[in-house]
T-cell receptor
Framework: DAKTTQPTSMDCAEGRAANLPCNHS???????VYWYRQIHSQGPQYIIH???NNETNEMASLIITEDRKSSTLILPHATLRDTAVYYC??????????FGTGTKLQVIP | DVKVTQSSRYLVKRTGEKVFLECVQD?????MFWYRQDPGLGLRLIYF???????EKGDIPEGYSVSREKKERFSLILESASTNQTSMYLC?????????????FGEGSRLTVL
């Protein structure tokens, strides 16, 4: 699995967009970018994934750079309930899923 | 709703005891995983299973074993618990029929070894 690098922590004002970056400079051509989040005392929850095109769902948007070496998860209107640890993962095929330490996002009222 | 259920939310055991952590999923998933989570270390993969009776070591298998006798159940076993195995343990499952299948996690089992 390719390694990812994320900031340890970030703050975001409630109602503003939260932009969470992830570097994955060693990503391979068949590896997808996944994002999960973990709210305190719960198991991680899947958010979104993509290969090379930008993706959007009801929770978030995923922007992947053209060279695929980095990506950004966007929560368009952050709420207090979005306070969590966000994990960026790259994985191809049926590889095992390895998590890093993620970014702790604090949404501030 | 899809569900991954871990048998115990909180356990307290003594050093040297044998500990079983059970995980059951109701989604007919082929793949199942056990992770442990410790402050500052994120989630680390202990063991995973691609299908019934199949298992593979993850990144930190030492001191653990697993059992997958039925498709829906994946058990993590600590043969002789030690204090450094005090941790949050998370089970997850995923379909094996899609390369991009998402992981579904249980709520976690917090184990304290005294």
């Amino acid at each position: 699995d390719a390694k990812t690098t994320q900031p340890t922590s970030m703050d975001c004002a409630e109602g503003r967009a939260a932009n969470l970056p992830c570097n994955h400079s060693t990503i391979s051509g068949n590896e997808y970018v996944y994002w999960y989040r973990q709210i305190h005392s719960q198991g991680p929850q899947y958010i979104i994934h993509g290969l090379k095109n930008n993706e959007t769902n009801e929770m978030a948007s995923l922007i992947i750079t053209e060279d695929r070496k980095s990506s950004t998860l966007i929560l368009p209107h952050a709420t207090l309930r979005d306070t969590a640890v966000y994990y960026c993962i790259v994985k191809g095929g049926y590889q095992k899923v390895t998590f890093g330490t993620g970014t702790k996002l604090q949404v501030i009222p | 709703d899809v569900k991954v259920t871990q048998s115990s939310r909180y356990l307290v055991k003594r050093t040297g005891e044998k500990v079983f952590l059970e995980c059951v999923q109701d989604m007919d998933h082929e793949n199942m995983f056990w992770y442990r989570q410790d402050p500052g270390l994120g989630l680390r993969l202990i063991y995973f299973s691609y299908d019934v009776k199949m298992k593979e070591k993850g990144d930190i298998p030492e001191g653990y074993s697993v059992s997958r006798e039925k498709k829906e159940r994946f058990s993590l076993i600590l043969e002789s618990a030690s204090t450094n195995q005090t941790s949050m343990y998370l089970c997850a499952s995923r379909t094996g029929t899609s390369e991009t299948g998402e992981l579904f996690f249980g709520e976690g089992s917090r184990l304290t070894v005294l």
